[in-house]
C-alpha cells in the first residue's frame, strides 16, 4: 500500500489544468466530480491566509495520471455521464 504524500503517490498525479481564478478552479473540479473523475486542487496561499500567492504559480487542477484522458474529455465537453 502507497501511503498518501510518498513519492509513489505524486508520481501518480497529473496537472491538467492551471487557474488564477478560485472560482474558475472550484467550478471546472466540480464538473470532473460530477462524472465521478476524483481530482484536487493544489495551491500555495499559507491555508487560505495568503491568496496572493497564487497569483505566481496558480492553482494546479491534478488528476490521477490514468483518469488525465478522461478528465480531458470531459473539460472539451466530449465525454458521456456513465450511468
Sequence with gaps: ???A???ATR???VTIRTFMSEFEA???KAALEAFEIDC???RD???GQRPHLTMGAGIRLVVRSGDAK???DVLA???EESS
Design 1 to 3: 500500500m502507497t501511503a
Design 5 to 7: 504524500g510518498s513519492d
Design 11 to 13: 508520481d501518480n498525479l
Design 26 to 28: 472550484d467550478i471546472t
Design 40 to 42: 484536487m486542487l493544489i
Design 45 to 47: 496561499d499559507c491555508g
Design 70 to 72: 478522461r478528465a480531458e
Design 77 to 79: 465537453g466530449e465525454a
